[in-house]
Nanobody, 127 residues
Framework: QVQLVESGGGTVQPGGSLRLSCTVS????????VAWFRQSPGKQRAGVAV????????RYADSVNGRFTISQANANSKLDLQMNSLTPEDAGMYYC????????????????????WGQGTQVIVSL
């Protein structure tokens, strides 16, 4: 059974940094796609970063490119999202999601592409 567990959310001031973690278990091998999604109040869930653990390839939404970094550690089972220069627009619930199906990168930023989801972790950006 595939499970994803997020951690690391919290409150940070604008301009600050946070690191989120997603611990993945249950896949039969270490080749799968993990994405981080953000859902702000009143908005649709949107992908911010995607990584393919098979070769480490990554992609980012334009809104976070250059500020967020998705990376893998612990033999691929732990995926981190390092978030720097945070703004109030970055606030929301952050979810990690996983699938074994590789597709065009634009498709892999869609929530509908993912089968497995974590429970989410809250990020608050406020003075």
């Amino acid at each position: 059974q595939v499970q994803l567990v997020e951690s690391g959310g919290g409150t940070v001031q604008p301009g600050g940094s946070l690191r989120l973690s997603c611990t993945v278990s249950g896949f039969p091998n270490n080749k799968y796609i993990v994405a981080w999604f953000r859902q702000s109040p009143g908005k649709q869930r949107a992908g911010v970063a995607v990584i393919y653990t098979g070769n480490g390839m990554t992609r980012y939404a334009d809104s976070v490119n250059g500020r967020f970094t998705i990376s893998q550690a612990n033999a691929n089972s732990k995926l981190d999202l390092q978030m720097n220069s945070l703004t109030p627009e970055d606030a929301g619930m952050y979810y990690c999601a996983a699938t074994t199906y590789f597709a065009a990168w634009t498709i892999m930023f869609r929530p509908s592409h993912y089968t497995y989801w974590g429970q989410g972790t809250q990020v608050i950006v406020s003075l």
